[in-house]
């Protein structure tokens, strides 16, 4: 009796072997001493409400590379079509490439639909693909807009779950965000009633996680009107370096340095010799 | 009889459920943030430190000063894990006041250097997670700063910046205050305002990029008048 050996066939769907390769080249590098070198995460607070006339998305605008501040003023509420946007936790390569490909392809759909795109049209497309990747791409959302069905609120997970609900709260400051939210929350408030727990929210978020900080941006949503507020709320200014009474010929607390400071090893001049000189006209109107 | 093997497949994940008891090891130390940072001029000495106490990504306290006052002419600021910092404090007290009761004179700020050293080493297997920083005024009343590593090698500095922006605050030191990789400047000595002033700055850029400095700073100045606190407010988020 032969015993025969049948070959697999082939898988289809992703191959996630580099992660393993991935792994096993962490392991290596941490060997030696070095590491690789960290993605960069957002920290964050981001929030959404819907309330009486629309959806109101807000997020914080810190940038952090491990423990320290990255970017003191990013951008977290992105762009998917006129009428919805979207916040991003998590990677912030992540969050911004993945808007920008469903925005795109939004807008293609929205040209084939000749209709207004509709946000669980939006929370489909990111689902799918945030699941088709494992979870293997970081980016927790939260998607708000408005449509011809009333305004809508989904909070995307990054293995592809959503929820959809009347106020979500995503990052390392949701705990600070949703205890503010639990609190004061009401069915069909009023645009500045909405505003103020939103911001309140997210302050909530930026002055207890220390991932979260800088400014407050607002992004509100209604029937015909958008408002991308950034900032809203200028929450931390930066510190002051105090100037006191002139020192010698310049204000203590100026760090400027004088010409010479940095000290020039060497000079060398090259002299270019012109061999030909012509001129041409370039339309730029 | 036609058997079939499967191979493993090589594409597939393998899935993270349950994959039996995984011992997870208690650790006795967490870190708890904070900056600290002395200066020595020709008469005087400062030390200054944030006061915010944190714990992973929140805070446990805005207003946790890590300077402690040892004697009238030195002051020593610890950062790291503040359980630890605490006992060392205490321990240091104890020790002082022995001294002063067998010898009785205060201790001088070397000889509280050298003491500490010995405290940190005696626990070299099982160290305090503690990064100290002592400045004071020596016999002669000139400015002194010692720095410790956790295990008690120390040494007298000028001026020396430790804790979570250290990396940060040290270059910058390096620069304004040995004027490093600078040419053509005059060197003149460090004075008490410019001192303060620059402290100051400095720990108001940490707080900028730093996430564990903000809040608050507080700034001890020890001449031979004695010693005198400042506060001034930092970024608090």
Known sequence: MATLVISQSPVGGFSFENCKRNAVLEGEANKVGCSLPAARKTGTTICGVVFKDGVILGADTRATEGMIVADKNCSKIHYISPNIYCCGAGTAADTEMTTQIISSNLELHALSTGRLPRVATANRMLKQMLFRYQGYIGAALVLGGMDCNGPHLYSIYPHGSTDKLPYVTMGSGSLAAMAVFEDRYKPDMEEEEAKRLVRDAIAAGIFNDLGSGSNIDLCVITKGKLDYIRPHDEANKKGVRRVNELEGDRPTGDYKYKRGTTGVLSKTTLNLEVVEETVQTMDTS | ?237
């Open chain 2, 1 to 237: 009889m036609i058997s079939s093997h499967t191979l493993a497949d090589p594409g597939k994940m393998r899935d993270y459920h349950y994959t039996g008891p995984v011992e997870h090891r208690f650790s006795p130390y967490s870190f708890n943030g904070g900056t600290v940072l002395a200066v020595a001029g020709e008469d005087f000495a400062i030390v200054a430190s944030d006061t915010r106490l944190s714990e992973g990504y929140s805070i446990h306290s805005r207003d946790s000063p890590k300077c402690y006052k040892l004697t009238d002419t030195t002051v020593i600021g610890c950062s790291g894990f503040h359980g630890d910092c605490l006992t060392l404090t205490k321990i240091i007290d104890a020790r002082l006041k022995m001294y002063k009761h067998s010898n009785n004179k205060t201790m001088t700020s070397g000889a509280i250097a050298a003491m500490l050293s010995t405290i940190l080493y005696g626990r070299r297997f099982f160290p305090y997670y503690v990064y100290n920083i002592i400045g004071g005024l020596d016999e002669h009343g000139k400015g002194a700063v010692y720095s410790f590593d956790p295990v008690g090698s120390y040494q007298r500095d000028t001026y020396k910046a430790g804790g979570s922006a250290s990396a940060m605050l040290q270059p910058l030191l390096d620069n304004q205050i040995g004027f490093k990789n600078m040419e053509g400047v005059q060197h003149v000595p460090l004075t008490q305002d410019k001192a303060v002033q620059l402290v100051k700055d400095v720990f108001i850029s940490a707080a900028e990029r730093d996430v564990y400095t903000g809040d608050a700073l507080r700034v001890c100045i020890i001449t031979k008048e004695g010693i005198s606190e400042q506060t001034i407010p930092l970024r608090k988020d």
